[in-house]
């Protein structure tokens, strides 16, 4: 799974930086960074963890968009390590109002725990509110199933994004 998500990443900067200037400008629509702050539950109702990270995406057009992002717990004090998870996901818009100024999403996705070694896929929904033409405060909520050491959690996610 590792090795597949690296693939993945290494043929898009490959593309992205093989392709001439205006194939580039129609393929990418936006790109994205969003400081988050996570709250991380046990099971759907157990024991939550507080953490931070960062987020970073590109938007295919302006309704699908693909992210990475990495999240760091407030365990042992916050003397983990520095990144304690990874997660790629998809985001999609699903229904927006008043002029697209309240925004309705849909994401999926894996997640790498580091310290575990553990691999999840998650899915989840959550609600953007578009301030201005590059500014978004958001919340999402997304349910994650662990194949080896967890069984399943859940992750809610508060942000400020910045479109370029």
């Known amino acids: 799974m590792k090795t597949i998500l690296i693939a993945a990443f290494t043929l898009l900067a490959i593309n992205l930086h093989a392709a001439d200037t205006a194939k580039t400008a129609k393929w990418i629509d936006s790109i994205t960074v969003a400081p988050v702050a996570v709250i ?32 760091g717990y407030e365990t042992d004090s916050w003397r983990g390590g520095a990144v304690d998870e990874l997660e790629s996901y998809v985001k999609a818009n699903l229904a927006s109002f008043s002029k697209q100024v309240l925004v309705v ?6 997640v790498w725990d580091t310290a575990l ?42 942000f400020g994004q910045i479109k370029f």
């Open 105 to 110: 999403t849909a994401k999926a996705g894996a």
């Open 40 to 71: 991380q539950t046990e099971g759907i109702d157990g024991a939550s963890t507080f953490g931070a990270g960062l987020d970073a995406g590109i938007g295919i057009n302006k309704y699908v968009s693909i992210h990475v992002a990495g999240y």
């Open 117 to 158: 070694d553990d691999y999840a896929m998650s899915v989840g929904a959550g609600l953007d509110l578009n301030l201005s033409k590059r500014f978004t405060l958001g919340a999402d909520y997304s349910i994650r199933a662990w194949f080896n050491e967890r069984d399943k959690d859940s992750l809610l996610r508060f």
